[in-house]
Antibody, heavy 123, light 110 residues
Framework: EVQLVESGGGLVQPGGSLRLSCAASGFTFDDYGIHWVRQTPGKGLEWVSGISWNGGDIGYADSVKGRFTISRDNAKNSLSLQMSGLTTEDTALYYC????????????????WGQGTLVTVSS | QSVLTQPPSASGAPGQRVTISCSGSNSNIGGNYIYWYQQLPGTAPKVLLFRNDQRPSGVPDRFSGSKSGTSASLAISGLRSEDEAEYYCAAWDDSLTAWLFGGGTKLTVL
């Protein structure tokens, strides 16, 4: 059974930094691209970032480009998202989602999701 | 405001048929597949349809999808109380080189 478990969320002040992690199990981790998708009550789902199977290809939403960095450690079956320059607009539930193919782009579905970790940016 | 536009809400009585639309542009829906996700209350989203109209195993054939030009639709027939959920369309955008989600449609079964 595919399992994705996010951690690292919490309360952070505007301008601050936070690192999210996602522990994966139940599938061959380095065969698939992995993504971060966030959800806010008012704006629904928003794709944040994706990384291909070997970490060689990475993509970001314009809203986080230059502030967030995605990375993966295939030896540890883990995904990370380093977030800096946080604003109140980044407040959301952050999901780790497995893609159905090796790349982060192209024809794919987000076929497994974690339960999310909540990030709150507030002073 | 999402690039993919969905109505914020939809409703129908049990047994009825309801459709949810998703409107985009040539750079997303017009040139790529559309995907639909269902999010039941308190849970993570799950894939409902892929490649415009394909159902993953386990998804009932009451759920169907279509695409025409820069718009797509999700149809749910024989509406049941357990269909009450938020529905999101999604597509790749060639111009933004990013994945896009619609704003979501909250379906209420009356």
């Amino acid at each position: 059974e595919v399992q994705l478990v996010e951690s690292g969320g919490g309360l952070v002040q505007p301008g601050g930094s936070l690192r999210l992690s996602c522990a994966a199990s139940g599938f061959t981790f380095d065969d698939y691209g992995i993504h971060w998708v966030r959800q806010t009550p008012g704006k629904g789902l928003e794709w944040v970032s994706g990384i291909s199977w070997n970490g060689g290809d990475i993509g970001y939403a314009d809203s986080v480009k230059g502030r967030f960095t995605i990375s993966r450690d295939n030896a540890k079956n883990s995904l990370s998202l380093q977030m800096s320059g946080l604003t109140t607009e980044d407040t959301a539930l952050y999901y780790c989602a497995k893609g159905s193919v090796a790349l982060w782009f192209g024809e794919l579905v987000f076929d497994s999701w974690g339960q999310g970790t909540l990030v709150t940016v507030s002073s | 405001q999402s690039v993919l536009t969905q109505p914020p809400s939809a409703s129908g009585a049990p047994g009825q048929r309801v459709t949810i639309s998703c409107s985009g542009s040539n750079s997303n829906i017009g040139g790529n597949y559309i995907y639909w996700y269902q999010q039941l209350p308190g849970t993570a989203p799950k894939v409902l349809l892929f490649r415009n109209d394909q159902r993953p195993s386990g998804v009932p054939d009451r759920f169907s999808g279509s695409k025409s030009g820069t718009s797509a639709s999700l149809a749910i027939s024989g509406l049941r109380s357990e269909d009450e959920a938020e529905y999101y369309c999604a597509a790749w955008d060639d111009s933004l080189t990013a994945w896009l989600f619609g704003g979501g449609t909250k379906l209420t079964v009356l």
